[in-house]
């Protein structure tokens, strides 16, 4: 009895990385699939939006627990670039002016990682987080996963400080500038915020752990997008 309270009172991150990765690959169904300027198209996305939260806070996590900064960084380029051209063909966007979201979640680590860095002055960590940001400019999520991953790790241990620069970091540069841009069919946005209970559960449980597993959420991105690019082509057919 007493394991089960255990798993009822937190969630571990095995469990917050599934639940990523199931409403990533709801929202990129839906994003596709369900037009964007209807009022479907919003409501079937506001869920989706725990996904890239999530993402983040597990990377600035991933930084605190690794035992080699180096490949954990090499690791997510790595899968940037596997991932480069099924999230451009499935979206349908130019292959030299977009890319995926873990091009993001890399440069975010190197920021933090950097940030974190005692014996770097602080102009150096400064040039490098302004690198950083521009350069995540094509991703999705663009600079705001950098910014994310950024604070979450900086503030790591103080919850109200981590949740309030998610948040003023989520509105003033994601979901304002959305709206702004695009119209109110961007009000789905909103929807990160269904992340915040998902974080407050988190006690800092690993959960299940495996190498098979590791590598094996890395690998879902680009293979979900290349299944779903293949149902597109036959529902287009």
Known sequence: MQGISEIQKDL???TLKNLAIFAMFFDHIFAVFVPQDSIEGVVLRIAGRVAAPIMCYMIAEGYHYTSDLKKYIWRLILFAAVSHFPYVWYFGLPWWQATSVIWGLALGLVALAAAKREDWSLPLKAT???ACCLLAVPADWNYVAVLWILFFGLFRGQTE???L???IIGI???IIPSINEIGWTQSYQVGIF???PLLLFYKGRQGKKSNMMKWGFYAFYPFHLLLLELVKMIVSA
């Open 12 to 14: 571990s991150s095995y």
């Open 165 to 167: 620069s998610f948040a």
């Open 128 to 130: 490098i987080f302004l």
């Open 161 to 163: 400080k981590q949740l």
């Open 172 to 174: 003033l540069f994601h």
């Open 194 to 196: 269904l992340a915040v």
